[in-house]
C-alpha cells in the first residue's frame, strides 16, 4: 500500500498539468481572470419576486435576438410587386411587395416560421412590458437615486428605443395593418412645421408609400437599433453588477451590507432556471396564441385602411393622444400648421423626456448626495408615489383613446362620448389618481405608525377588573419595527432667514423659491406621518 501510494505520489509530481488548467493558466496570465473571478463570484446578491423583472426584461430580449436572426434568412425587405402564387391560396393572384410574399412564406413553407415569427412578436410585446413594470418598480421604490442616476438613463433610453424598434419591426411585413400604422406615422411627421415635408420625403423615399421605407427600414430593425440596446443593457448589467443591487429594508440589511445569495453558483443556478422558464412560456404563447395574422389583413393598398386599425399596445398613447385631440389649423405666413397633430405628437416625447431627467430634479429638491443602496416603501413617499399613478393613469386614458372605435363597438358606446370622456379624463384623471394615492400613502403611514405603537390586532377580546372590554395587542417582533420605522424623514429643504444677524437683506434666486416649494410639496408636514420615535414606544409599552 505504501509503495503504490509513493508510486502514484511520484507520478502526479511528475506528471504534466491537465489540459483545461494549461488553458485557465494562459486565460488568467494574459486578462487575469482569476483575480477578477475571485473578487466578483462570490458577490452577494439580494433576493426579492420583484428583482425577476428585470431579468424577464433580459430574457426576452434574448429571445427576441435568437428569433430575429432565423428571420432575417428568409424575409426580404424589398417592395418590388409580385403577384403571389403560394400556399395560402385565398391570396394567390394578389399583387403585393416581395416583402409581404416573403412574410407569407416565413408563415406557411418555412418550416417553424410561424412558430418563430409568433415567438418574436410575444417577446416584443413582453420585453417592452417588462420593461415598463421594471421601470416603475425602480421608480415606486426610489431605485435611481445615487449612484444609479446613469442606470435609470440607460434603462428609459432602452425603454425608448424598444418602442421605436417595435414600431419598425411590425411595419416591415408591409400588410395592410402595418402601413395603416407607417400612414398615421407619415401623417404626424407632416405636421411638423418647416421640416416635417423634406423629413417625410427623405424617409419615404418621394410621395407616400414610396419605395424606400422597407429596405430602409430592415437594416434600422436588424442592425442598428439592436446593437445599440445590446450596449446599453450590457452597460446596465456591468453597472448593475460594480453598484450592488438594491434591496428592500429588513433586518441586517443597510447601505454598506447585503443580505442574499452568492452570484455563483445559487443565483447563476436560479437565473439560468428562469430563463429557459420565460423561453418556455413564449413558446408556449407563440404556439398557442395566434398574433398578427397578416394573411388576414392582405397586402397594403395605399386606397384602403383595415377595420379596427389599432397599434400595439406601447405606441396606444401616442395615437390615443392624436385621435382625441381637436382638428386644430392655422394659417401663418401661407403655411398650414396642423395643431391636431402637432401638439399631441410634440407632446409624447415631452412626457417621456420628463420621466428621464425626473430622477435629477428629484436630487435637486432634495439635495441628496449620499448613495442609496436602500430601497423606499412607495407608502413613505406619498408625492413620488403619487406621481407614478397618476403616469399611470394618463397612459391608460390615452391607450382608451387610441382604442375608442374599439371600444365603441365592444361595449356599444358612442365614440363621441369616449372621445370627450378622454379629453376630460386626460386632465382630470391623473390629478384624481395622484390625490387619492397620496391618501392612501398616508392612511398605510398611520396604520404602521399605530402597529409599532400598539402592536398587532389579535382579535382576543379581554375584560379588565373595572368592567372594560380591551382588544389584546401583540407587540411588533423587534425586526417587524425596525422594518416599519426604519427610514428616513428629513425636513424638506428651506431657504432661511431673508435677513442675516446684521440686517443685511439676504439675495434668494428664483431657483431657490421654486425648490423650497417643492421641497414643501414632496417632502413637507402634509406629505408624511411623522414615525414614532423611542419615547413615544417607550411611554406606550411602559405597562400603561
Known amino acids: 500500500m505504501d509503495g503504490a501510494g509513493s508510486v502514484n505520489t511520484a507520478r502526479g509530481r511528475g506528471s504534466s498539468p491537465a489540459r483545461g488548467e494549461k488553458v485557465a493558466d494562459w486565460a488568467d496570465g494574459r486578462l487575469g481572470l482569476y483575480s477578477l473571478a475571485k473578487a466578483n463570484m462570490r458577490k452577494v446578491f439580494p433576493d426579492h419576486w420583484s428583482f425577476m423583472l428585470g431579468e424577464v426584461c433580459l430574457y426576452s430580449f434574448l429571445v427576441l435576438l435568437l428569433t430575429g436572426v432565423y428571420l432575417t434568412l428568409f424575409f426580404e425587405p424589398s417592395s418590388a410587386e409580385v403577384v403571389y402564387e403560394g400556399s395560402y391560396t385565398p ?3 394578389i399583387v403585393m411587395t416581395r416583402a409581404f410574399e416573403s412574410t407569407l412564406e416565413i408563415s406557411f413553407d418555412v418550416r417553424g416560421g410561424l412558430l418563430i415569427r409568433q415567438i418574436h412578436h410575444w417577446a416584443a410585446l413582453v420585453f417592452v412590458a417588462g420593461m415598463l413594470v421594471h421601470m416603475m418598480r425602480v421608480f415606486f421604490t426610489g431605485a435611481y437615486r445615487k449612484p444609479r442616476e446613469v442606470n ?8 425608448l428605443l424598444g418602442v421605436i424598434t417595435g414600431l419598425t419591426g411590425y411595419s416591415l411585413p408591409d400588410d395592410l395593418l402595418s402601413g395603416t400604422g407607417l400612414r398615421f406615422a407619415q401623417g404626424a411627421i407632416l405636421s411638423i412645421p418647416i421640416v416635417g415635408t423634406y423629413v417625410a420625403f427623405f ?10 421605407i422597407i429596405s430602409r427600414l430592415f437594416p434600422i430593425h436588424v442592425l442598428l437599433l439592436p446593437g445599440i440596446m445590446l450596449g446599453l443593457v450590457v452597460a446596465h448589467l456591468i453597472l448593475v453588477f460594480y453598484h450592488k443591487h438594491t434591496q428592500y429594508p429588513g433586518p441586517g440589511r443597510a447601505e454598506r451590507s447585503v443580505v442574499g445569495m452568492p452570484f455563483l453558483p445559487v443565483y447563476m443556478a436560479k437565473a439560468g432556471g428562469f430563463f429557459f422558464l420565460v423561453f418556455g412560456v413564449l413558446a408556449m404563447m407563440g404556439g398557442l396564441a395566434q398574433i398578427n395574422p397578416v394573411w388576414a389583413f392582405g397586402p397594403y393598398r395605399a386606397d384602403l385602411v383595415t ?3 389599432q397599434p400595439d399596445w406601447y405606441l396606444g398613447f401616442s395615437e390615443g393622444l392624436i385621435r382625441v385631440m381637436p382638428g386644430w389649423e392655422i394659417d401663418l405666413g401661407g403655411h398650414t400648421l396642423v395643431l391636431g ?3 399631441p405628437f410634440m407632446l409624447f416625447p415631452l412626457i417621456l423626456a420628463a420621466i428621464g431627467v425626473y430622477p435629477f430634479i428629484e436630487a435637486w429638491i432634495t439635495g441628496d448626495r449620499r448613495e442609496h443602496h436602500l430601497l423606499d416603501r412607495p407608502r413613505n413617499t406619498p408625492v413620488r408615489t403619487g406621481l407614478g399613478v397618476a403616469w399611470l393613469t394618463l397612459y391608460v386614458v ?9 371600444v365603441a363597438t365592444h ?7 369616449i372621445t370627450w370622456f378622454v379629453r376630460i379624463a386626460f386632465f382630470a384623471a391623473p390629478v384624481l389618481a395622484f390625490v387619492v394615492t397620496k391618501r392612501i400613502c398616508l392612511g398605510l403611514q398611520r396604520r404602521d405608525r399605530e402597529k409599532v405603537l400598539h402592536g398587532r390586532e389579535t382579535g382576543t377580546i379581554k375584560r379588565l377588573p373595572h368592567g372594560e372590554y380591551v382588544e389584546v395587542h401583540e407587540p411588533l417582533s423587534q425586526a417587524d419595527r425596525h422594518t416599519l420605522t426604519q427610514h428616513e424623514q428629513q425636513p424638506p429643504y428651506e ?28 417632502f413637507g408636514p402634509d406629505s408624511q406621518i411623522p414615525k414614532p420615535t423611542p419615547e413615544e414606544y417607550r411611554e406606550i409599552t411602559r405597562g400603561h
Open 341 to 343: 397633430v402637432f401638439i
Open 495 to 522: 431657504i432661511g432667514p431673508r435677513v442675516d444677524a446684521n440686517g443685511v437683506r439676504r439675495p434668494v434666486t428664483v431657483s431657490q423659491r421654486v425648490r423650497a416649494r417643492l421641497a414643501r410639496a414632496m
Open 398 to 406: 390615452c391607450l382608451i383613446g387610441g382604442g375608442n372605435d374599439i
Open 152 to 159: 435609470w438613463v440607460f434603462g428609459w433610453t432602452l425603454l
Open 91 to 93: 391570396l394567390n393572384g
Open 411 to 417: 361595449l356599444h358606446l358612442s365614440i363621441n362620448a
Open 307 to 309: 377595420t379596427g386599425a
Open 203 to 212: 424617409l419615404f423615399g418621394g410621395e407616400f408609400p414610396g419605395h424606400d
